[in-house]
């Protein structure tokens, strides 16, 4: 696949990236600020997109499907923005976002379609406040959101907090739509 590292930038667009023994796109290291989009990123034995920067990274407009892991994966990235993308077929979920305690970052999800996926839509683990990870919203295909709490015995009451925080959002059609928890 396609690897992005250590301060690089760039635009990736229109490109079809496909059946790779790991991640079809993987961005790592610090400072890296790739805006990738319009690409079809299929049938990649790891996940579609792993994000392991504390750059800027912006996706947006592209297909992550049938991928063995994740259709999008984040385990760090400040700022990192996921836009009017689509995932399905995926074989461990949609988007998975990977949050820590002692991480200072923002990540922006917006009109994402995310269907079909094998597992989970939209994965969250985090030690972190709901609203501290992830700001936004979720499009109207991502109503099924699971949400582990690393640390044992908050879950029912994180994933209270969530439901209590959910708001309604616009979905493709302009119809308004609440993301629940599980």
Do not use: C
């Not at 993987?26 to 690409?39: A, H, V, W, Y």
């Not at 917006?110 to 030690?127: A, D, E, F, K």
């Amino acid at each position: 696949g396609v690897v992005v590292s250590n301060s690089s930038e760039g635009n990736f667009q229109l490109n079809t990236i496909a059946q790779n023994r790991d991640s079809g796109i993987r961005i790592m290291g610090d400072g890296t600020n790739p805006q990738i989009s319009r690409n079809i990123v299929r049938a990649n034995s790891g996940s579609g997109l792993t994000v392991q920067s504390l750059g800027k990274v912006m996706a947006k407009s592209n297909t992550f499907s049938d991928n063995g892991k994740f259709g999008m994966h984040l385990t760090t990235g400040a700022g990192t923005m996921f836009e009017n993308n689509r995932l399905h077929g995926n074989r461990a979920g949609g988007l998975s976002l990977l949050l820590s305690e002692t991480e200072q970052r923002t990540v922006t999800i917006v009109r994402n379609y995310v269907y079909g996926n094998r597992s989970s839509g939209l994965l969250v683990s985090t030690t972190r406040k709901w609203s501290d990870g992830i700001v936004n919203s979720l499009g109207s295909s991502s109503r099924a959101l699971k949400r582990r709490a690393s640390t044992a015995g908050k879950k029912d009451k994180l994933a209270d907090e969530a439901k209590q925080r959910a708001a309604p959002v616009q979905g493709p059609s302009g119809s308004s739509n609440t993301s629940t928890v599980d």
